[in-house]
């Protein structure tokens, strides 16, 4: 990890591994049902929606480990489930679904104090199962 940059969720799950369960080595173990999908994700900062912070586009071949990163620069251990959101449809047998998620971080106000990151990420999904 380089000095400039701060931890986020992602760092956290390598570093801690789960107690119950495992870490799998590619998302589709998650989800073999599943045999594709799209989640595009706007990340912007509560109280300023239309300031567009971060925009991309996932699959199965470009998913993140587990989180999406925050781009909030005062934000630790910060980053969005979007991997939980894609499992969360799979089980439901989604094919499409919309919905906000919030960062898992925090902002460190100094004194050891701290509040929750208030980023925002917008995503829509689709999902194509296998036959």
């Given at each position: 990890m380089t000095r400039n940059r701060r931890p986020n969720a992602n760092d956290d799950l390598r570093n801690h591994?789960?107690?119950f369960g495992r870490l799998?080595?590619?998302f589709a173990e998650t989800v073999p049902e599943v045999a594709d999908f799209t989640l595009e994700?706007?990340?912007y900062s509560v109280g300023n929606s239309t300031r567009t912070l971060s925009e991309r586009t996932f699959s199965m071949a470009n998913m993140p480990a587990e989180y999406m990163e925050c781009h909030n620069p005062v934000c630790s251990h910060g980053g969005f489930p979007v991997a939980?959101?894609?499992r969360d449809m799979a089980r439901e047998k989604r094919t499409s679904h919309e919905g906000t998620l919030?960062?898992?971080?925090?902002?460190n106000m100094g004194r050891y104090q701290a509040r929750e990151c208030l980023n925002l990420v917008e995503?829509?999904?689709t999902v194509t199962y296998k036959e």
């Open positions: 591994p789960p107690v799998v080595s590619s994700a706007r990340e939980q959101f894609i919030m960062c898992v971080g925090h902002e995503v829509k999904a």
